[in-house]
């Protein structure tokens, strides 16, 4: 079993029989053997860890930007219509998003996933309406936030997400995007990668041993 690491800008991580486990709980079906056979040139120059760190940030993506556009929406919408077009954002991203993979967009999701920034965002927009009167906005916000940080709005929409992932995805989801992003670390190092089509059909095998 793989010792697990940190960096600042890298994820602590296990390497087991069953494929590879983050700190935040995020499950890989590949295994790091597999990677560096047909994708070690690509970490030596970004490592592992930071890259299975990108993965993560964009897997939370969806979550990411309902958390910031809410407040936004409150602001523009009635509290329904808000909530509303969170939901509708949040399910679209979340389904499509992995398709979508981006080294520059990933900078920016890097930002706004940063805890701290978003609870500041939510006190100063949440004042505001408290401010205005807009009780029922308040509540929407405030309620927005916590569902969205406890992970429940992904629980309440994962059977719609799921059905759409295997329709799209030959891969699990978390081994799709962290392809594409191991992907275009090679295109951006200029590192070849001609046999790395076939860490898919590994995974593939893997998965109907199971």
Known sequence: MKRPRFHSAETTFVDTPKGIFTASGVWFRTREAWLHDYAGA???REPLARLLKHAEVWLRSAQT??????????????PLQAALATLVIYVAWESL??????????????????????????????????AGPHFV????????????????????ARPVVEWIWSTLYRMPVPDHVLRALIVR???????????????EQEIIDNLKRK
């Open 42 to 44: 690509v970490f030596d």
């Open 65 to 78: 930007w309902a958390l910031w556009l809410l407040p936004f929406f409150l602001l523009m919408m009635t």
């Open 97 to 130: 998003g992995p398709s979508f993979v981006s080294r520059v967009l990933l900078r920016v999701l890097r930002l706004l996933d940063l805890v701290l920034l978003q609870a500041v965002y939510y006190v100063l927009i949440m004042s505001a309406l408290a």
């Open 137 to 156: 906005a308040l509540g929407v916000g405030l309620g927005g936030f916590i569902l969205l940080r406890w992970g429940l709005v992904r629980w309440a």
């Open 185 to 199: 670390a090679a295109l951006k190092h200029r590192v070849s990668l001609p046999e790395f089509d076939r860490i």
